[in-house]
């Protein structure tokens, strides 16, 4: 089976760092995925890891452990139109996948309202 | 550039009624197309998936079929919609995968917001 956990709600005040996390377990991993979704829109990309360490690109960073089963998300200097969903999704298995797609399997994501 | 387009982009229904909802990709050849739907409160769930015209794949059992009559078109149907199909559906492509080498990443359409009364 395939089990993608994130907290629901996290709260922050801007100039701050946040830090998301996910935990999952899944039959197969070819990667980890982390997508920000602004309310009534659609998702957008932010970041991959396939690889365990640390990925930075500007405010964002994401952190992947195979061995734990672990990713974080971690914003710096939080700005107001960072209040989101934040969703953690790993790459299914290549079975699911008749080998060739790449069907991303969501975690239900972590809503984030940074405040003044 | 490559671009990913779903209409309509909202539409209330009544129970028992047909769906279509049309998703077109530009830009890019043979690319992998899916349907997720997101309900309230809950997470994107992975609806059907295409890797070529004609071939669809879905893990999911619902009231719901797909079809990708073109490469870079995907359409997701219904005869007779349930008040459980609410909800707002997304379409995204990927190119290549796995093999090409490439990360996967999804990139998303805008979503159509679908409500069954």
């Known amino acids: 089976g395939q089990n993608i956990d994130q907290p629901t709600e996290m709260t922050a005040t801007e100039g701050a760092i946040v830090q998301i996390n996910c935990t999952y377990q899944t039959s197969g991993f070819n990667g980890l995925f982390w997508y920000q979704q602004h309310a009534g829109e659609a998702p957008t990309f932010l970041s991959y890891?396939?690889?365990?360490g640390l990925e930075e690109k500007g405010r964002f960073s994401s952190f992947l452990s195979r061995s734990k089963g672990y990713s974080y998300l971690l914003l710096k200097e939080l700005q107001m139109k960072d209040s989101a969903s934040y969703l953690c999704?790993?790459?299914?298995?290549?079975?699911?996948?008749?080998?060739?797609?790449?069907?991303?399997?969501f975690g239900k994501g972590t809503t984030l309202s940074v405040s003044s | 550039s490559q671009t990913i387009h779903q209409w309509p982009a909202t539409l209330v229904q009544p129970v028992g009624s047909p769906l279509s909802l049309e998703c077109t990709v530009e830009g890019t050849s043979n690319p992998n197309l899916y349907w997720y739907r997101q309900a309230a409160g809950r997470g994107l769930q992975l609806l059907f998936y295409?890797?070529?015209?004609?071939?669809i794949s879905s893990e999911v059992p619902q009231n719901l079929s797909a079809s990708r009559p073109q490469d870079r078109q995907f359409i997701l149907s219904s005869k007779k919609l349930l008040l459980s199909d609410s909800g707002f559906y997304l379409c995204?492509?990927?190119?290549?995968?796995?093999?090409?080498?490439?990360?996967?990443?999804?990139?998303f359409g805008e979503g159509s917001r679908l409500t069954v009364l």
């Open positions: 999704a790993v790459r299914g298995p290549l079975s699911f996948e008749n080998q060739a797609g790449t069907a991303l399997i």
């Open positions: 890891n396939v690889l365990d």
């Open positions: 995204a492509w990927t190119t290549g995968g796995i093999l090409a080498g490439g990360t996967g990443e999804l990139f």
């Open positions: 295409s890797v070529g015209i004609g071939q």
